[in-house]
């Protein structure tokens, strides 16, 4: 999956603990996303990230916070998961953020909360 | 602010005929705009993109698309489907100085023997 590692790929977790995805590059890329993918709904907008430690909300951000240090690590959090919270979360990246730039995408964290 | 629509949830197809997964935009700026495929229980591969240049678009494994702006639609198409292009098939929209990609929901893809 062209330098993204996501990790974990699959994680099972009861309602009220909190859940980290991490999503590690290699590609040195400035932009970092994070979806969730729900059936029905296609990918949905997290937080996405323009630089180190600058992040912004997408369509769905509630319940979740982001963090990016460095340029190739960019964090999800769910500080508190709720069973809403289950689905497949992708991170992706983009070399620029102008649109006309390709997205690549990581192999996918799968996420149960009981 | 920008839209897209994938007009079928599903389509169905038998092997060797042509294949047509419309999507429609919506964009207030000149679009750039994708498409993806996601085999089952695998990540999203970049199929084609359109950026303003030729408004016919070829991408990998035969599929093209082709820009329409009066009809505001891309629609992606095949002449003759196989085996293996049963997966869902993604529409994207992005541009406009927005660092923002926007989704559809999707078109499964089923190839009949």
């Known amino acids: 999956d062209a330098g993204i590692t996501q990790s974990p790929r699959h994680k099972v977790t009861e309602t009220g603990t909190p859940v980290t995805l991490r999503c590690h590059q290699t590609?040195?890329?400035?932009?970092m996303y994070w979806y969730r993918q729900d059936p029905g709904h296609g990918l949905r907008l997290i937080h996405y990230s323009y630089g180190v430690k600058d992040t912004d909300k997408g369509e769905v951000s509630d319940g979740y916070s982001v963090s990016r240090s460095k340029t190739e690590d960019f964090l999800l959090t769910l500080e508190s998961a709720t069973s809403s919270q289950t689905s497949v979360y992708f991170c992706a990246i983009s070399e620029q953020g102008t649109g006309a730039n390709v997205l690549t995408f990581g192999a996918g964290s799968r996420l149960t909360v009981l | 602010a920008q839209s897209v629509t994938q007009l079928d949830s599903h389509v169905s197809v038998s092997e060797g005929t042509p294949v047509l997964l419309r999507c429609n935009y919506s964009s207030s700026y000149s679009p750039s705009l994708f498409w993806y495929v996601q085999h089952p229980n695998k990540g999203l591969q970049l199929l084609l993109k359109y950026t303003s240049a030729a408004t016919l678009v070829k991408g990998i494994n035969g599929f093209e698309a082709e820009f329409k702006k009066s009809e505001t639609s891309f629609h992606l198409t095949k002449p003759s489907a196989h085996m293996s292009d049963a997966a869902e098939y993604f529409c994207?929209?992005?541009?406009?100085?927005?660092?923002?990609?926007?989704f559809g929901t999707g078109t499964r893809l089923k190839v009949l023997a």
């Open positions: 590609e040195n890329h400035r932009y």
């Open positions: 994207v929209v992005s541009g406009g100085g927005t660092y923002k990609y926007i």
